[in-house]
């Protein structure tokens, strides 16, 4: 099985600042990671999918990159609405999420 | 316009069997490529990918509860089906459907359903 290693759990920002969230793979997983967003009491909402392409809806200020086994997330210019949790997928080999990055406002 | 949603029975006690209904549209699960896929969330933790159904019947499972999953579908209906057996407290949970693709992963999911298992 696929592990997937998400940091850090939770974050702190200030209104535009810049924040990146990691997950390692336990092993490569061919740039098939997604970016999921969720906020309290919603279901997850897809933001970027295969390392880096936005969704259709995705703000710019969101990205993503990586290859291998490490890739990362990033906001740029942080806005209130960003605030929420954000999560990681693999679905490379089976399917699994990272543990969570919960993002809160400093 | 893609939607999802799925329906479950809110409460039921340990050992009894948890049957899942996720019910969609504006796709087909008898078009090449397409899936639906089940995920659970207890309260304040993390996503749990359960298991997933393709167009070709294909099925695969989270091997840390293959034994106690079956998925299934309904293609005339476009309805998914999940059933988890032997519940225990640990699977009290926000249980949610979503499509999948290969190249996309989990796109479009339902608003979830709440599952408490508790005697």
Known sequence: ?106 | QVTLKESGPGILQPSQTLSLTCTFSGFSLSTYGMGVGWIRQPSGKGLEWLANIWWDDDKYYNPSLKNRLTISKDTSNNQAFLKITNVDTADTATYYCARITRYKGFDYWGQGVMVTVSS
């Open chain 1, 1 to 106: 099985d696929i592990q997937m290693t998400q940091s850090p759990p939770s974050l702190s920002a200030s209104l535009g600042d810049k924040v990146t969230i990691t997950c390692q793979a336990s092993q490569n997983i061919n740039k098939y990671i997604a970016w999921y967003q969720q906020k309290p009491g919603k279901a997850p909402r897809q933001l970027i999918r295969y390392t880096s392409t936005l969704v259709s809806g995705t703000p710019s200020r969101f990205s993503g990159s990586g290859s291998g086994r490490d890739y990362s997330f990033s906001i740029s210019n942080v806005e209130s609405e960003d605030i929420a949790s954000y999560y990681c997928l693999q679905y490379d080999n089976l399917w699994t999420f990272g543990g969570g990055t919960k993002l809160e406002l400093k």
